[in-house]
């Protein structure tokens, strides 16, 4: 019992520091679990990768709890507004998602996509900062219209593909978009949250359709590392809006294509 809570801690601080970090927290996963086994069935396993996303995404609404659930007066308009760009964003990646999902996790969910991915993302955000000098916008998040809104949601779509990172396309969206590097974060934080509820929220209602019910032991795993992603994640929002305010996207550039060359690596001498 106690490899597997010391387990679930492990997983679900990972979870919790490579969620937001534009570094795939898919890649970082195959990693780990390549030397750190957790000893639940597929279908268990399947929901604590669920439980850990969702623990992750719970620190968001804490943290940002007065600016999107304001309760009256000019702020709650401005959070009205705000919900609908968030929504707006949300579309691409979910209607993509409803109809590819089982395609994606059969022929994509390969450690060779994802170092592709880490990789050629790796690339553009080393660019990525050149460019935003070249066109210094800098926009805040109020100021982002809705059609810009759909922009980055057609960025998060890009996310399906593992090894993108979801935080990290929609970030490098936001910025090619106009939005300052601060900016974009935020609106990554915030469209995480539909986002990765529904998607949470589609492969529970998969299992429960299929009949599987959870163990009391499998209650704890999963009850475990969503708490540990959670508290870690409200920790790591902080630090990377203040990390990506002084040096943009361009440590995570170098530290993906590292990642990417090591999991070609890992998997060749597996």
């Known amino acids: 019992m106690f490899y597997v809570l010391l387990s679930a801690v492990i997983f679900g601080l990972l ?12 890649g970082h996963l195959i990693l780990l679990e390549g030397v750190l086994k957790l000893p639940l069935s597929p279908a268990a396993l399947e929901l604590f990768e669920v439980a850990i996303q969702l623990g992750a995404i719970l620190a968001v609404a804490v943290l940002y709890r007065r600016r999107l659930f304001p309760p009256k007066g000019a702020e709650r308009r401005a959070a009205l507004a705000l919900w609908g ?9 979910a209607v993509i998602g409803f109809w590819l999902d089982e395609v994606i996790d059969t022929y994509l969910h390969t450690p060779a996509v994802i170092a ?24 805040s998040v109020g100021e982002l219209s809705f059609w810009g809104a759909l922009g980055i949601g057609c960025f998060q779509a890009l996310s399906l593909v593992p090894g993108t990172s979801r935080s990290g396309a929609t970030m490098l969206g ?36 299929a009949g599987y019910c959870l163990t009391a032991t499998e209650w704890l795993v999963l009850t475990v590392g969503a708490a540990v992603a959670f508290f870690t994640s409200l920790a790591v929002i ?26 070609t690596v890992f998997c060749f001498l597996k």
């Open 116 to 139: 592709a991915a880490l990789i050629f993302y790796g690339i553009l955000f080393l660019f990525s900062g050149s460019w935003q000098r070249r066109h210094p916008v800098g926009r």
């Open 15 to 26: 979870e919790g520091v490579t969620e937001w970090l534009p570094i795939s927290s898919t």
């Open 174 to 209: 936001g910025m090619l978009l106009g939005l300052s590097t601060t900016a974009a974060a935020e609106f990554s934080f915030f469209l995480g949250l539909p986002t990765m509820m529904g998607a949470g929220a589609l492969k529970i209602c998969k299992l429960i359709a």
């Open 238 to 263: 902080r630090y990377l809006l203040e990390l990506v305010r002084r040096h943009s996207l361009l440590p995570f550039g170098v530290y993906r294509i590292l990642l990417g060359i090591a999991i």
């Open 85 to 93: 760009k968030v929504i707006v964003a949300t579309l691409p990646a």
